[in-house]
């Protein structure tokens, strides 16, 4: 997920599979901690999940 504007990047820190680790914007690297996709779920909606953990993006403190 690239910023159009900085070119940075949502990555996660050292590859990081542990649930509830925190996404950083980082330097495009090309490397896989920056890989994410989208993967349809109920109702039309959809997951963004990181392609090395399979962990989905989240935002913190919000009730599912």
């Avoid at 940075?8 to 050292?14: G, R």
Wanted: hydrophobic letters at 35%; proline letters at 3%; a positive charge.
């Amino acid at each position: 997920i690239v910023n159009n504007s900085s070119g940075k990047v949502l990555d996660v820190p050292q590859a990081s599979e542990k649930p509830g680790t925190r996404v950083v914007i980082w330097d495009k690297n090309y490397r896989w901690n920056q890989r994410w996709f989208f993967q349809k779920s109920s109702n039309n909606k959809y997951l963004i999940k990181n392609l090395v953990s399979g962990q989905c993006l989240d935002i913190a403190g919000e009730s599912k």
